[in-house]
C-alpha cells in the first residue's frame, strides 16, 4: 500500500502529463518486451536455417512450398514458402522473386519497431511539455497572490521538474534497448540473406 500511495503522490505531484509519460513508457515497455522476444525466436531458427540452406537437398528446399505455418516459422522459411516453384527457371526468376518476398516481409519483421522509436522521440517532448505546464501554473500563482505563497509557487516548479527528469529517465533506455533490437534485427537479416544465397546458388547450380 505504501508503493501505491507513493506512486499515487508522485503522480499528483507531476500533474496530468505525468499520467501521459507512465501509459506512454507502459505501451514502449510491452512492445519492447515483444519485439525482444519475436527477434529472439527468429535468431534461434536463423541459427537451424543455416544449416538446412547448407545441408537440403532442392526438393527438401522446394517442400517449404507445401503446409507451412507462416507465423510461426523463421522468415527464411516463410520466404520460401511463398517462392513459386513453377515459375522458376533459372537462379535469377529465384532471385527476383526473392528479393520481392524479402522486401515485403520487412515491416512484419520490424513489427512496433518504428512505433516503438516514436514514442521514445515523444517522451522528452512530454516532459518538456509538463515543463511548460508547470511553469504556467508559477506564473498564475505570481499574477494572482504574488510571491508571497511560495508553496503554491513551490507546486508549479516542482511538477515542471518532475516531468522533465521523468520523460528523460523513461526516454533514454526506450531508445537504449530499440537500438539494441535494431542491431539484432540486422544480425538476424544477414543471417537470413546469407541462407537465402546459398538456397539461390543451390537451386541456380541445380537448373543451370
Known amino acids: 500500500m505504501d508503493i501505491l500511495a507513493d506512486f499515487n503522490g508522485l503522480m499528483d505531484r507531476g500533474g496530468p502529463v505525468m499520467w501521459v509519460i507512465f501509459f506512454a513508457a507502459s505501451i514502449a515497455i510491452v512492445m519492447l518486451v515483444e519485439r525482444a522476444i519475436q527477434i529472439q525466436k527468429w535468431l534461434k531458427l536463423a541459427s537451424i536455417d543455416q544449416q538446412f540452406a547448407h545441408d537440403a537437398s532442392v526438393s527438401d528446399i522446394q517442400a517449404l512450398e507445401n503446409g507451412l505455418n507462416l507465423r510461426s516459422e523463421s522468415p527464411l522459411r516463410n520466404i520460401l514458402h511463398q517462392v513459386r516453384w513453377k515459375e522458376v527457371h533459372n537462379e535469377d526468376d ?3 522473386q526473392i528479393n520481392t518476398l524479402l522486401s515485403e516481409l520487412m515491416p512484419k519483421l520490424n513489427g512496433l519497431l518504428p512505433t516503438i522509436a516514436v514514442i521514445g522521440t515523444l517522451l522528452p517532448m512530454l516532459g518538456l511539455l509538463g515543463t511548460v505546464t508547470g511553469m504556467i501554473n508559477v506564473f498564475e500563482v505570481i499574477a494572482l497572490h504574488g510571491t508571497g505563497d511560495p508553496q503554491e509557487m ?7 521538474l518532475l516531468t522533465t527528469a521523468s520523460g528523460l529517465v523513461i526516454a533514454i533506455p526506450v531508445i537504449f534497448f530499440h537500438h539494441l533490437l ?3 534485427l540486422q544480425m538476424l537479416l544477414a543471417s537470413t540473406e546469407q541462407s537465402l544465397l546459398v538456397v539461390i546458388n543451390r537451386v541456380g547450380s541445380n537448373r543451370g
Open 182 to 184: 535494431v542491431q539484432r
Open 94 to 96: 529465384l532471385t527476383k
Open 154 to 160: 513551490a507546486h508549479g516548479i516542482s511538477q515542471a
